[in-house]
């Protein structure tokens, strides 16, 4: 099942926990989530929107469910979504994920999944929630998780709100096929 804008109208840290386990869908590649990373709102310093709206934010003031993809150091994408009420500025960061389709590779960093899956500028302001070529589903896989400070930042370093998977076998193993 497809998730629906309800899923991502959630608290972020709860969206966060919540897309473990769950398969993004782009292109020909779909890979299970394995760590994601929140960034809310105007307090929070790390947050790109901290600053206010921007041509580059003004997506995260937005409605929840919809991608914000940004290039960062000149070269890498990164794919976030959109989380929360309609004018608070929050998302999700996909971190890692483990393709299925193609299988079995797990790949760590924003950077490289966007590479992978041929997610650029061109993919910023999509609605997940009703596109059929980037979504995320629920396949009703549940893995286990921590809760650790974001990493690759300077600032908000004090927020424990980066996910990861704990399951150490998981990156190794294949743990089903459908």
Not at 82 to 111: D, S
Not at 143 to 152: A, E, F
């Amino acid at each position: 099942m497809i998730l629906n804008r309800a899923f991502f109208l959630q608290d972020t840290n709860t969206v966060s926990t919540n897309l473990i386990g769950k398969v993004i869908c782009c292109n020909n590649f779909q890979g299970i989530i394995t760590e994601t990373e929140s960034y809310i709102g105007m307090n929070d310093p790390a947050c790109h929107a901290a600053k206010g709206i921007t041509k580059r934010t003004k997506i995260m003031f937005g409605l929840a469910g919809f991608s914000y993809v940004f290039l960062i150091y000149g070269k890498y994408h990164c794919f976030n979504i959109v989380t929360e009420a309609l004018n608070f500025p929050a998302a999700t960061l996909i971190r890692g994920i483990k393709l299925i389709h193609p299988p079995y590779t797990y790949i760590n960093g924003p950077g490289k999944i966007c590479r992978l899956l041929g997610i650029d500028l061109t993919y910023n302001a999509i609605d997940i929630t009703l596109s059929n070529t980037l979504y995320i589903k629920d396949i009703g896989y549940q893995l286990p998780y921590r809760s650790t400070p974001r990493i690759g930042l300077s600032k908000g370093l004090d927020k424990m709100w980066r996910y990861i998977i704990t399951d150490k076998d998981f990156s190794t193993t294949t743990p089903f096929s459908y």
